[in-house]
Each structure stands twice: as structure tokens, then as C-alpha cells.
């Protein structure tokens, strides 16, 4: 479990290095698709994805694959990474599987490794040139996008000047009832517990709590609410999730937080695929430049080709902002039983 990389490994997960000459020539023959793979494809004629990304989204990416390649119907279904990795493992325990391509079920990449449900990809052009970091080592999962988790708040309800900015700030009895969290650890919580170890992020948490949060399901939904009115700030949410809802007029602000959780949200095939050249005809559109270049502009959310010169969703952050990293192995501390697990369960749930 690794929670830190080179700042310029840093770099180039934020999209904020530009390509180096001669290197989209070299993509170009890297990302090359052999025909026995579309022609297998051809055959199968559809694939099955599971994501989190709205469909408002996903169906801009999935019809950008199809102007290319029309023969393959892709079904999508958006949702919580949580749901689907139940339905995974119910699926295993039944010896059945009914997708293909699954992104965003971070926390139980590894009980479903450990099954052996999972496709093992790192033989996959894309991966060599993947960043060390938002990759498996074993070769299983793939970061799809970058993500810094920042403190969103409602610009009607709160002036950049009074927003809290800092966790000291955040638990100043001023705010008493009047931000929210999500109700998992995931985020912001295990990206303490990384950074700064158990006692001082459980002292934080006791802190957070005496203020009366609400907890709430989801990060969009949660995202709603504030922009609603519901209360005045929330934690973490999505630098690209602050920019979507500002291409819609929102009055939606951020600050970061500090640290600053950044994570890459991993995606991975399923090792009995019903459509297996489907889905990895597709992973290696997404995956190259052409396929990054449309993710990127749809979701805005920070592409990991090395060949991508686009910035983060939110650009350049404060010369001083700290950061702590997260890859899906850290999920191993948000286990059953484990002390961060019981702390969270206890402070937030009462369990």
C-alpha cells in the first residue's frame, strides 16, 4: 500500500505535462488494434458496462466509440461502486457473470481479486505507458481518471472569504449543523487516516461530528442538496463534479482541502466476460489517445495518457496544498473489523 509518488509522476496523473515530441506517432502504433480482435467483436455485437458516471455522459462516450465502431451495442447502467461490487460477489457465489467492464467498485477490487473474478489485463498495450501508481502492479485494474477531492460550497449561502478552509476550521461550533458529509470513509476520512495516522484523524472526526453534519448518501446527490440550499458547504466532492455542475450555471465554489485526497478511480474486465473482444476492443478505444481525448471534454474529468496536455478539471491549486494519494489497495484498511472500519462505524453510524 503505497500512499505517495514522485512529483513528477504527480504531473502527469493531472494531465498538466504536454506530450513529448514524436510521442503520438509512437501512440499511434501502441494503440493499433489487430483485426482478429474487431472481427471477434463483430461476432459478439454487444458488451456490458457498469459505472459510475451519469448516462448523461456515458452515452456521449458510448456514441463517439459507435461513429467508429457501429456494430457493437454497448448496455450501461450507472450507479454506486458499493452496489455493484455486491452484485459482483453475488454473481461469484452463484457462478455466473453477466458484465463485462466495471469502473468505480474501488473498495472490493480486493475481495473480488482475491476471487478470481477479475481478468488479468497488464499483457494490454495501454498499460506499459499507464502511470506507476494508477495502475495494478498484479496487472488487474486501471486507473480511468485522476480525482482531487476538494470542499464544494453554495456561493448564495457563503462568501469565498468566510468559507472554512481548513479541518480546524470546519469544526469551529460556528458551522454547527450547517455542512454535510458522504456517509462512507472512502474519501476524505481514509485519506487522513494515510496521512496523518489514527489519533489525530480520530480526533478530528470526533470534532467533525460535535458539529451536527448531515450524512447523506452519494456525492451528487449530496452535491444537489447543496446547490438546493440544503446546507451551506460539503465534503469531499469531485474537482470534475464542481465543474459539471458550473457548466450549468450552478453556484457551486471550492477551496481545497488539506491534504487533499487525490485517487484513481480503478475499472477492471470481468475474467468470465460474456463478450470478451467487445470488451477489450473498447478498453483500448477508451484507453487511447482518441478515447482519452473524448473522455477528458465529456466528464472533465483529468486524464492519465501520458500523451494528454489538458489540464485538471480545476486547474492549477495553491503552491501550498498538500496532497495524500489513494489507489484501491488502501481499501484493504476500510475492511470489517479494521480500526479505521470501527472508528468511522462508531463516531458516524453510533454502531
Same mark, same amino acid.
Given at each position: 500500500?503505497?500512499?505517495?509518488?514522485?512529483?513528477?509522476?504527480?504531473?502527469?496523473?493531472?494531465?498538466?505535462?504536454?506530450?513529448?515530441?514524436?510521442? =503520438?506517432?509512437?501512440?499511434?502504433?501502441?494503440?493499433?488494434?489487430?483485426?482478429?480482435l474487431?472481427?471477434?467483436?463483430?461476432?459478439?455485437?454487444?458488451?456490458?458496462?457498469?459505472?459510475t458516471?451519469?448516462s448523461?455522459?456515458?452515452?456521449?462516450?458510448?456514441?463517439?466509440?459507435n461513429?467508429?465502431?457501429?456494430?457493437?451495442?454497448?448496455?450501461?447502467?450507472?450507479?454506486?461502486?458499493t452496489?455493484?461490487?455486491?452484485?459482483?460477489l453475488?454473481?461469484?457465489d452463484?457462478?455466473?457473470?453477466?458484465?463485462?467492464?466495471?469502473?468505480?467498485?474501488?473498495?472490493?477490487?480486493?475481495?473480488?481479486?482475491?476471487?478470481?473474478?477479475?481478468?488479468?489485463?497488464?499483457?494490454?498495450?495501454?498499460?506499459?505507458?499507464?502511470?506507476?501508481?494508477?495502475?495494478?502492479?498484479?496487472?488487474y485494474?486501471?486507473?480511468?481518471?485522476?480525482?482531487?477531492?476538494?470542499?464544494?460550497?453554495?456561493?448564495?449561502?457563503?462568501?469565498?472569504?468566510?468559507?472554512?478552509?481548513?479541518?480546524?476550521?470546519?469544526?469551529?461550533?460556528?458551522?454547527?449543523?450547517?455542512?454535510?458529509?458522504?456517509?462512507?470513509p472512502?474519501?476524505?476520512?481514509?485519506?487522513?487516516?494515510?496521512?496523518?495516522?489514527?489519533?489525530?484523524?480520530?480526533k478530528?472526526?470526533?470534532?467533525?461530528?460535535?458539529?451536527?453534519?448531515?450524512?447523506?448518501?452519494?456525492?451528487?446527490?449530496?452535491?444537489?442538496?447543496?446547490? =438546493?440550499?440544503?446546507?451551506?458547504?460539503?465534503?469531499?466532492?469531485?474537482?470534475?463534479?464542481?465543474?459539471?455542475?458550473?457548466?450549468?450555471?450552478?453556484?457551486?465554489?471550492?477551496?481545497?482541502?488539506?491534504?487533499?485526497?487525490?485517487?484513481?478511480?480503478?475499472?477492471?474486465?470481468?475474467?468470465? =466476460?460474456?463478450h470478451?473482444?467487445?470488451?477489450?476492443?473498447?478498453?483500448?478505444?477508451?484507453?487511447?489517445?482518441?478515447?482519452?481525448?473524448?473522455?477528458?471534454?465529456?466528464?472533465?474529468?483529468?486524464?492519465?495518457?501520458?500523451?494528454?496536455?489538458?489540464?485538471?478539471?480545476?486547474?492549477?491549486?495553491?503552491?501550498?496544498?498538500?496532497?495524500?494519494?489513494?489507489?484501491?489497495?488502501?481499501?484493504?484498511?476500510?475492511?470489517?473489523?479494521?480500526?479505521?472500519?470501527?472508528t468511522?462505524?462508531?463516531?458516524?453510524?453510533?454502531?
Amino acid at each position: 500500500m503505497k500512499k505517495l509518488m514522485s512529483s513528477a509522476l504527480f504531473l502527469v496523473v493531472l494531465g498538466l505535462l504536454a506530450a513529448q515530441p514524436g510521442a =503520438a506517432q509512437n501512440y499511434n502504433e501502441l494503440e493499433k488494434i489487430p483485426q482478429a480482435l474487431i472481427d471477434g467483436a463483430k461476432k459478439e455485437g454487444k458488451m456490458v458496462w457498469w459505472g459510475t458516471d451519469s448516462s448523461r455522459y456515458s452515452s456521449k462516450i458510448i456514441n463517439a466509440f459507435n461513429k467508429k465502431y457501429p456494430f457493437i451495442k454497448i448496455a450501461y447502467t450507472d450507479g454506486m461502486g458499493t452496489e455493484f461490487g455486491d452484485r459482483i460477489l453475488m454473481e461469484a457465489d452463484a457462478g455466473v457473470c453477466t458484465v463485462d467492464l466495471v469502473n468505480g467498485a474501488d473498495s472490493f477490487l480486493p475481495q473480488m481479486t482475491a476471487r478470481g473474478v477479475v481478468k488479468h489485463i497488464g499483457d494490454l498495450p495501454f498499460f506499459k505507458i499507464w502511470p506507476q501508481g494508477a495502475k495494478d502492479p498484479k496487472g488487474y485494474w486501471f486507473g480511468m481518471n485522476s480525482t482531487r477531492w476538494v470542499l464544494g460550497y453554495n456561493t448564495r449561502d457563503i462568501s469565498s472569504a468566510d468559507v472554512p478552509k481548513t479541518y480546524d476550521e470546519i469544526v469551529d461550533p460556528k458551522w454547527k449543523g450547517q455542512f454535510a458529509i458522504e456517509e462512507r470513509p472512502d474519501q476524505w476520512f481514509l485519506g487522513l487516516w494515510l496521512d496523518w495516522g489514527q489519533e489525530k484523524t480520530t480526533k478530528t472526526l470526533k470534532k467533525v461530528m460535535a458539529n451536527n453534519p448531515h450524512v447523506g448518501k452519494g456525492y451528487s446527490a449530496l452535491t444537489e442538496l447543496l446547490m =438546493a440550499g440544503e446546507f451551506k458547504f460539503f465534503f469531499p466532492v469531485q474537482d470534475y463534479k464542481i465543474v459539471q455542475f458550473q457548466d450549468k450555471k450552478a453556484p457551486i465554489g471550492w477551496v481545497p482541502l488539506r491534504p487533499t485526497e487525490v485517487t484513481f478511480q480503478g475499472a477492471h474486465i470481468m475474467k468470465k =466476460a460474456p463478450h470478451p473482444h467487445a470488451v477489450e476492443l473498447f478498453i483500448r478505444w477508451l484507453t487511447s489517445l482518441e478515447g482519452q481525448t473524448i473522455y477528458n471534454k465529456v466528464t472533465h474529468k483529468a486524464s492519465l495518457h501520458p500523451g494528454m496536455a489538458t489540464k485538471a478539471p480545476l486547474g492549477v491549486f495553491p503552491k501550498d496544498t498538500q496532497y495524500t494519494y489513494r489507489t484501491p489497495e488502501s481499501y484493504e484498511l476500510l475492511a470489517p473489523g479494521t480500526a479505521l472500519r470501527k472508528t468511522w462505524d462508531q463516531l458516524v453510524h453510533g454502531m
